[in-house]
């Protein structure tokens, strides 16, 4: 793509001239930065395509097929690319969920395992504090 000339439309739409195979073609709508990545792409594809023999020996019409059916699988790669990476998306977001329970359960162990240990503290206090007063009862049957 050689050159892109912008126009403003009046209803806000950007109207552009791209240059594509050595041809001027208007086109309409998006931005024109837009536009002219689009014009590239399809020029850039013209240009790999003449590059082939078979291209070359086609009229215009199989020429065109050609054009399509390179977009196309273009498209279908891009596609299978998007659902495979969706997918996988989707497989991460799943296993980030199954984390995030098994790390809420993992702290409710933890708050309950904590509980247990005030209680047991608790315990031991209250048996460390009998065992004084069992030793004191035991001194003083000792000393009598």
């Not at 050159?3 to 403003?8: D, G, K, M, T």
């Not at 240059?19 to 837009?34: C, L, N, Q, R, W």
């Not at 702290?107 to 206090?125: M, N, S």
Request: charged content about 40%; proline content about 1%; aromatic content about 4%.
């Amino acid at each position: 793509m050689k050159e892109i000339r912008e126009n403003s439309l009046p209803d806000n739409e950007t109207s552009a001239e791209v240059v594509i195979d050595g041809k001027v073609i208007p086109v309409a709508g998006g931005e024109t930065a837009y536009l002219q990545k689009v014009a590239a792409y399809i020029d850039g594809k013209i240009a790999a395509l003449k590059k082939t023999r078979q291209y070359g020996r086609q009229n215009s019409e199989l020429r065109s097929v050609m054009l399509w059916l390179n977009l196309a699988d273009d498209y279908m790669q891009a596609r299978e690319e998007a659902d495979r990476l969706k997918a996988e998306a989707e497989e991460r977001e799943t296993e980030i969920y199954a984390l995030k329970r098994e790390l809420v359960g993992k702290r409710l162990d933890a708050e309950a395992a904590e509980g247990k240990i005030k209680e047991a503290k608790q315990k031991l206090k209250e048996a460390n504090a009998r065992i004084q007063e069992l030793e004191s009862e035991v001194n003083e049957l000792l000393e009598k």
